[in-house]
């Protein structure tokens, strides 16, 4: 991954915890939530700062967690979620069939 984002971009990676580390290794590119520094006997003072910094990165990351769900969600493209060739065909897919589904306009039941 740190190969990758050396030639590419510059854009900004939303990580979970198991990533932490790799943000010094690409310059800041891949953010994680804050290390844990103290792991027993935290002072107040760190404890409030810390709940902050891991809050403000979980209501940024919620969006990346809400976009891998979709994508699990589509059950008949799950399958092909992880195949990295047919990645960009398989979002783009999920994107148009999300558009759809937000923008159709629901059938009331009706009696035949």
Not at 36 to 60: L, T
Not at 63 to 88: C, F, K, P
């Amino acid at each position: 991954m740190v190969k990758l984002l050396a030639g590419g971009p510059a854009v900004e990676i939303l990580a979970d915890v198991g990533y932490q580390g790799l943000g010094a290794q690409t310059g800041g590119r891949v953010v994680t939530p804050p290390h844990r520094k103290f792991k027993k006997n935290a002072p107040d003072w760190y404890e409030e700062i810390y709940e902050r910094q891991r809050k403000a990165h979980s209501s940024r990351r919620i969006r990346v967690e809400h976009g891998i769900a979709h994508v699990m969600n589509w059950r008949a493209l799950a399958r092909h979620h992880s195949r990295r060739e047919h990645m960009t065909d398989t979002i783009q897919a999920i994107a148009g069939l999300l558009s759809h589904q937000q923008t159709a306009t629901p059938v009331a039941n009706q009696r035949m």
